[in-house]
Nanobody, 130 residues
Framework: VQLVESGGGSVQAGGSLRLSCAVS??????????TGWFRQAPGQEREGVAT????????FYADSVKGRFTISQDNAKNTLYLQMNSLKPEDTAMYYC???????????????????????WGQGTQVTVS
């Protein structure tokens, strides 16, 4: 499974960015795949941002981004998105997308555990908010 992020950059506080993650190698994408966004700032542990799971439950968000960030996916394009609005300097980090087969519970927990149970990761895209 390969994941390739794009869309990072530098933006002023209050601005917006949309990250994309192209997923390939996971067959037709059917099945119970948990996909999500995670971030890591210099000197800090990786933290969950948002995850999404097939069906009506979720998505799941970190408290720090609720109401500002929106995760979505386009199954036809096998692409995951993260719309980030009202960006703050503390959102500055390397952002990674990740995916793996998972249960609904595991996908919800992944946001709180920094995605430690997910096996497939992209290389990351830098977001800098000043």
């Amino acid at each position: 499974v390969q994941l390739v992020e794009s869309g990072g950059g530098s933006v002023q506080a209050g601005g917006s960015l949309r990250l994309s993650c192209a997923v390939s190698g996971n067959g037709d994408g059917s099945g119970y795949w948990c996909t999500g966004w995670f971030r890591q700032a210099p000197g800090q542990e990786r933290e969950g941002v948002a995850t999404i799971y097939p069906g009506s439950a979720g998505p799941f968000y970190a408290d720090s981004v609720k109401g500002r960030f929106t995760i979505s996916q386009d199954n036809a394009k096998n692409t995951l998105y993260l719309q980030m609005n009202s960006l703050k300097p503390e959102d500055t980090a390397m952002y990674y997308c990740a995916a793996d087969l998972s249960s609904l519970y595991g996908c919800a927990v992944a946001v709180r555990t920094g995605g430690t149970a997910l096996d497939y990761w992209g290389q990351g895209t830098q977001v800098t908010v000043s």
